[in-house]
């Protein structure tokens, strides 16, 4: 198995219903692992009900139920580090119970996995909230500012959608995954955006054109519209993004 998606799941059965509908459209998702982590609440058992649908159509999956709350940090943090516990995948998609793909995101990150440069890169970074209409296959390095929003109670803040290797999360996330007492908001200082804005010397790659909205409570810059006309013009169409035009995006800049 070359890919695994981890997710980290809370009190929002609402969203993740849409998530995990984006999911099971996915083409490429029957070819991945799915693993996912769940904070304990009231609807613990909603989430439970749809992670098993999700899992249903996944290569192969567990999920945890933490049995407490452990927040935003530490269900992040399980999340990730089970998927590469339990899987041999050499690449794992993290992404939050509000996080919708598109249905070519995980064409995206296979294209990533058979990067000869992945190394250099501490992830794949698949939302981006600025997107660039007219150059939706360019992928160009990024140290984070580009794709993190500044939220009106001063947080930088976006939803979590990264693919990072196994070497990357072993020698680099994992060792820094720490809460800093200067952070704007201390409950989301492990989370890959702000770690990224506070080690500037990391690059991540970023995608032009989103593959992922945050259907949050905080939104997103990339509308459902966006996503909508993906799955017609690919999913419905029977055309896909072909590892050509991956290669040929993937020579921008360098990379």
């Not at 769940?38 to 933490?66: H, P, T």
């Not at 899987?87 to 992404?95: Q, R, T």
């Not at 997107?131 to 930088?156: H, L």
Request: glycine fraction near 8%; charge should be neutral.
């Amino acid at each position: 198995m070359e890919i695994a998606v981890a997710m980290s799941a809370w009190k929002r059965p609402k969203y993740l219903e849409r998530v995990v509908d984006s999911l099971i459209r996915n083409p490429r998702f029957k070819e991945c692992g799915f693993y996912a982590t769940i904070d304990a609440s009231e609807k613990e058992m909603e989430v439970v009900r749809l992670l098993q649908k999700a899992k249903r159509y996944a290569k192969v999956g567990a999920f945890r139920r933490n049995g407490k709350r452990l927040g935003v940090l530490l269900n992040n943090f399980a999340a990730v580090n089970m998927a590469f516990e339990k899987s041999d995948a050499e690449v794992v998609l993290f992404m939050q119970d509000d996080s919708w793909i598109s249905p070519d995101a995980i064409d995206l990150v296979k294209w990533f996995h058979d990067l000869p440069s992945r190394h250099e890169f501490v992830a794949l970074w698949l939302c981006n909230y600025k997107s660039e209409w007219q150059r939706p296959f360019d992928i160009v390095p990024s140290r984070g500012d580009g794709a993190i929003e500044m939220r009106k109670d001063g947080c930088r803040f976006h939803g979590e959608m990264w693919a990072m290797t196994r070497m990357m999360w072993e020698e680099v996330w994992k060792p820094n995954w720490s809460i800093h007492k200067d952070a704007p908001h201390p409950s989301y200082t492990g989370t890959f955006s702000l770690l990224m804005h506070a080690n500037p010397e990391w690059r991540a790659l970023l995608p032009m054109w989103s593959r992922g909205i945050h259907i949050g409570k905080y939104g997103g810059g990339c509308s459902p519209s966006f996503h909508d006309r993906l799955y017609g013009d690919i999913v419905c169409s029977g055309e896909s993004h072909t590892k050509d035009e991956f290669k040929l995006c993937g020579q921008v800049d360098g990379v």
